[in-house]
């Protein structure tokens, strides 16, 4: 579904990414692990048309996307749920989900994504008319996910979920991720540093240093290898 070849991206004289490749098939959880400043958030934010790449290209498809624009991505059927939220604070919860939808047209699709995003996170129901800034970190993280599913995605892309959040939160998160994928058949590209979750939900993962990929495996055979354990999953 998702083709990286040969990235290269840069932030002005830095280099971020270098030559990264990164296949990830429809209806699977990909995850990439790093270290912070590895170049893993750099990854989802190519895919999703806020960075453009130097070199390489990006293949949804078949179709190369990395020289369009965010907003034609989203249309593709590509959501970015960022690292940080970045929600619209001073808007309700409902306001904010329907601002996800906002490249659609299908206003009985709407409804009825809104009432799915109610269904997998009942506390979003629950405050609904409430600013989005008076929610808990918790609340907010499932706020940005719902958005992102408001556009109705064929790729989700999650950008460090686990930020900032209780452990027994983030375990709820991840379950509803992989619930996501398992039943509407959304494919989820995961860049995460818990690796331990990440691992546990994915399918496939790459672990990433200094902007190369430098080992890439299912992830039951990276749960399972030395080098993965001893750096991400203590032990």
């Keep these: ?25 429809q209806g699977t959880t990909v995850t990439i692990l790093g270290a912070n400043g590895a170049g893993k958030s750099t990854i989802l934010r190519a895919v999703s048309g806020l960075l453009k790449p130097t070199h390489g290209s990006i293949q949804l498809d078949g179709e190369r996307i990395d020289r369009k624009s965010a907003a034609s991505i989203v249309r593709r059927g590509i959501s970015l749920v960022p690292e940080g939220r970045q929600l619209f604070t001073a808007l309700t919860v409902e306001q904010n989900l ?60 999650l950008d460090e979920p686990s930020t900032g959040l209780a452990p027994f939160l983030v375990r709820d998160i991840f379950q509803i991720v992989s619930t996501i994928n398992r039943e509407q058949g959304t494919t989820v590209l995961l860049v995460e540093q818990n690796a331990t979750l990440s691992l546990s ?26 080098a993965v354990r001893k750096a991400y999953l203590g032990y």
């Design 98 to 157: 329907r601002l996800g939808a906002f490249t659609r047209s299908d206003r009985r699709g709407v409804r009825e994504d809104l009432l799915r995003v109610y269904d997998y996170f009942p506390r979003l129901r629950e405050r609904m008319k409430q600013p989005a800034g008076s929610l808990s970190g918790g609340e907010q993280q499932m706020l940005a996910i719902g958005r992102a599913l408001m556009a109705h995605p064929r790729l989700l892309l």
């Design 1 to 25: 579904m998702l083709e990286i070849r040969d990235l290269v991206a840069a932030y002005g004289p830095v280099t971020a990414l270098r030559g990264v490749n990164v296949r990830v098939p």
């Design 201 to 226: 939900i994915a399918d496939y993962g790459y672990v990433i240093e200094t902007g190369r990929v430098v080992i890439e495996a299912p992830a039951h055979e990276l749960r399972e290898n030395e």
